[in-house]
T-cell receptor, first 115, second 117 residues
Framework: GAVVSQHPSRVICKSGTSVKIECRSL??????MFWYRQFPKKSLMLMAT?????????EQGVEKDKFLINHASLTLSTLTVTSAHPEDSSFYIC???????????FGQGTRLTVV | AQKVTQAQTEISVVEKEDVTLDCVYE???????LFWYKQPPSGELVFLIR??????QNEISGRYSWNFQKSTSSFNFTITASQVVDSAVYFC??????????????FGAGTRLFVKA
């Protein structure tokens, strides 16, 4: 299957700083990428959908100024957690699909810890 | 609105037992996709199966089988002769077309499966 790489896999940052997470489709062009957040022992909550070249669509309750999403190319989407706080600590997972109605492939996830 | 219900929070079985994980979904659309993913303790999501709404054929892949019943809006997953390595959280997911034309995928709460030796 297609490969989606997420980087970094783990990151620890200080409260108040910003951290960027990258999601790359390695062997296909992804018109659509999705960002999910997963709290410990909980399900994946969709945060936003990003389409290449356009603004991301955020789910209700997700602060778009807090979680900046950029999908500048067909192979890269980034999620920047701005002014991180300990409550932002979570597992963030991206997925990418070639077309809107096809299977999405998931990255390995990024575990963010804000101290 | 989309909804995926996995009523079983945790299931514990002994190795070699068969186990069925339930998934019930709600959707207004006639075109949708259903998925099962496995999340082992390491955290990554492993794709298991994708089913579109027009294909109700049941599928078997090794020890895994899936029963898709549109009449009851269910997409249940059975592991036959379970093994310790099957211990993981299993997520059922539903992908439905939005007004924008794209598909949005939501996940059920997950079922944590413990397989004891």
């Amino acid at each position: 299957g297609a490969v989606v790489s997420q980087h970094p896999s783990r990151v620890i940052c200080k409260s108040g700083t910003s951290v960027k997470i990258e999601c790359r489709s390695l062997d296909f062009q992804a018109t659509t990428m999705f960002w999910y957040r997963q709290f410990p022992k909980k399900s994946l909550m969709l945060m936003a959908t990003s389409n290449e070249g356009s603004k991301a669509t955020y789910e209700q309750g997700v602060e778009k100024d807090k979680f900046l999403i950029n999908h500048a190319s067909l192979t890269l989407s980034t999620l920047t957690v701005t002014s991180a706080h300990p409550e932002d600590s979570s597992f963030y997972i991206c997925s990418a699909s070639r077309q809107a109605d096809t299977e999405a492939f998931f990255g390995q996830g990024t575990r963010l810890t804000v101290v | 609105a989309q909804k995926v219900t996995q009523a079983q929070t945790e299931i514990s079985v002994v190795e070699k037992e068969d186990v069925t994980l339930d998934c019930v979904y709600e959707t207004r659309d006639t075109t949708y996709y259903l998925f099962w993913y496995k999340q082992p303790p390491s955290g990554e999501l492993v794709f298991l199966i994708r089913r579109n709404s027009f294909d109700e054929q049941n599928e078997i892949s090794g020890r895994y089988s899936w029963n898709f019943q549109k009449s009851t809006s269910s997409f249940n997953f059975t592991i036959t002769a379970s093994q310790v390595v099957d211990s993981a959280v299993y997520f059922c997911a539903l992908s439905e077309r939005e007004n924008t034309g794209g598909f949005k995928t939501i996940f059920g709460a997950g079922t944590r499966l413990f397989v004891k030796a």
